[in-house]
């Protein structure tokens, strides 16, 4: 009888050990997810008037938000597309400033629906008849945070952009987000290393990128290999948004601080959701210690 109850016992003990188990199994997931903050991305095709463009921006916070997306990034030229048609003139005339009814009204809905953007507008300067590539970040309380003008032009493959852009002359400080500390490029400046390592060396943990990626021979190839390239070296997340359609091949990425693709959108328009964890950057950066191993005092001893 008493080895009866005595094994009763165990048996309920037993079970209450397996309850505590899985329910500090489930703690420790719930703090992997509260850790991990959640990333939209948002690839589609932009049409060349301004307005059909931001009521579909506006759409896609909206979407982002009742996901429960921490920050939602945009590709390049977002506003409109440009054709070759268009002339410097044209560009120029429907260009805005920061202050501008585009990028007020993204900050306006950011606030509305308590979410990070991080999107692209084409800014007016004062050279005539050209305007600067600008990205930019919004807080969920609405204000611009950080604004970045692109200071790589896309004078390559056939193309010329500082036929249409005057270039930036500097790069942005790495901003703090929910998502981590944000480093901003927009498109061609991926091909540059330097500049993603500055912004490393600055302290990002998460580089972003808006993009415009035009199609051609092996130009996917190039994008896929640069994006991984840029995240390996620097220990840290990359999230390029791409626009899609037009002349442009989509294939938005977001890829993690080892080079794994977290994401890639192919060719479809719409939104894209990754967690970031910046546990990932810490434990990449300890093991493939790549920022700490430079050896910055003997670059500068090569002279060419």
Not at 27 to 44: D, E, G, I, P
Not at 109 to 130: C, H, L, M, P
Request: aromatic share 10%.
């Amino acid at each position: 009888m008493v080895g009866m109850i005595l094994l009763e016992q165990l048996c309920i003990r037993r079970k209450w050990y397996i309850l505590r188990l899985y329910q500090w199994f489930i703690l420790l997931l719930s703090f992997n997810y509260w850790f991990a903050m959640k990333a939209a991305v948002v690839q589609f095709k932009a049409s060349t008037n301004k307005e059909t463009n931001l009521k579909k921006i506006i759409s896609y916070i909206e979407k982002a938000a009742s996901k429960n997306a921490a920050l939602c990034a945009f590709p390049e030229f977002m506003m409109f597309y440009t054709n070759s048609s268009q002339t410097p003139k044209q560009l120029a005339a429907l260009a805005e400033t920061i202050n501008g009814n585009f990028v007020k009204t993204i900050a306006k809905t950011a606030k509305e629906n308590r979410i990070q953007i991080v999107g692209s507008f084409y800014e007016k300067s004062r050279k005539k008849d050209r305007v600067y590539d600008t990205s930019f970040v919004i807080d969920k309380t609405g204000k611009v945070i950080s604004t970045y003008r692109k200071i790589h032009l896309y004078d390559a493959l056939g193309f010329r952009e500082s036929d249409k852009m005057a270039s930036g002359s500097k790069i942005a400080k790495p901003v703090k987000t929910t998502v981590g500390k944000v480093g901003m490029m927009i498109c061609y400046d991926l091909r540059f290393p330097e500049m993603s390592r500055s912004l490393a060396a600055a302290g990002s943990e998460v580089l972003v990128a808006p993009s415009a990626w035009v199609k051609g021979n092996m130009k996917e190839e190039h994008w896929i290999t640069i994006n991984k390239t840029r995240a390996i070296e620097n220990g840290c997340y990359v999230i390029a948004p791409d626009q899609v359609g037009n002349i442009y091949c989509g294939r938005s990425l977001v890829v993690d601080p080892y080079g794994k693709v977290l994401l890639d959108m192919k060719k479809k328009q719409g939104i894209g959701y990754v967690n970031i964890d910046l546990k990932k950057v810490k434990q990449t950066r300890k093991v493939l210690p790549l920022l700490k191993n430079r050896r910055t005092d003997v670059y500068p001893t090569l002279k060419a």
